[in-house]
């Protein structure tokens, strides 16, 4: 006759562990509830509170935040100062992600058509390294480079073509005393700090394109132009709007780099830093915030369609 075998007595972990294996979508919850509600407390909370700052007013006599339900803040955006950092902002982001695109196409196109093995290794190094050092020591590297007496000053001088760098300077918009005074040592600063964002993207969505349609594009006898035009640059394009995605917000949204290359003029971002922080108008502030994230929902909405997201 055997002897039934004993087992050991069931621990709070086995029985947890048989739960959530009878149970799988009760394991799943018990995963997602924590960042969930992180997300909706902290996120979605914080961007409650600001929507409803945005519709209370500040007393003209007093300084303190009226809190009323009124439109007024957001009729303060059409004033032409307030229009003017909207407006700068618009033209900035766009500069900076044309100017991106223009300089991450062809070293996304190598990188995805050309680099293999170690030189693949080495592309990603090299995109990812300047992303591994501070995001201030980088901007205030660029002031120092852009400077009156900085090298491309110096190099300038050298080569004889201090003459060009003054011409471009006095360009009424762009220029400026120097390159880090001047609207366009912000926009050069901006490009190199967002780049990696729209060369990574770009280069996933290059390597998406079949090589078989760029063959077929030349046997049926495209020139090298009508294959990037109607094959090539199609098929990237949602690479290329992935990529936008990042640095048109980023640019919107940044104020540390108006703050220490360029010229005193605020844009979206340095202006909500200012008003909520030294003016105190925080529903100003708060109505400002709210340009960039209604145009970033119009956008996205507008990247989904064109099925940019498949390329993140």
Known sequence: ????????????????????????????????????????????????????????????????????????????????????????????????????????????YYAARFARGKWKAVFYLGVMLPLWSSYLVKVYAWKLILAKEGIITWAAEGVGLSMILNAILAIPGIGGNS?????????????????????????????????????????????????????????AMPGVIAGSIFTFSLTMGDYIIPQIVGTSARFIGLAVYQLQGTAGNIPLAAAFAVVPIVIMLVYLTIAKRKGAFDAL
């Open 179 to 235: 390159l880090s005074t001047s609207p366009l040592g912000t926009f050069i600063v901006f490009v190199y700090v967002w780049l990696p964002y729209m060369i990574l993207p770009m280069q996933a969505s290059l390597e998406r394109v079949p090589t078989s349609m760029l063959e077929a594009s030349a046997d049926l006898g495209a020139s090298r132009a009508q294959t990037f035009r109607t094959v090539i640059l199609p098929l």
């Open 1 to 108: 006759m055997t002897t039934p075998a004993i087992l050991p007595e069931r621990g709070l972990a086995d029985r947890l562990t048989a739960l959530f294996w009878r149970h799988p979508r009760l394991l799943l919850a018990v995963l997602l509830t924590p960042p969930l509600l992180w997300l909706g407390v902290v996120y979605l909370g914080s961007l409650a509170a600001l929507l409803l700052q945005s519709f209370y007013s500040i007393d003209e006599f007093s300084g303190m935040v009226k809190e009323e339900f009124t439109l007024k803040t957001y009729a303060e955006l059409f004033r032409a100062q307030n229009l003017d950092i909207i407006l700068r902002t618009l033209l900035m982001s766009a500069a900076v992600t044309l100017g991106c695109a223009l300089i991450a196409f062809p070293i996304a």
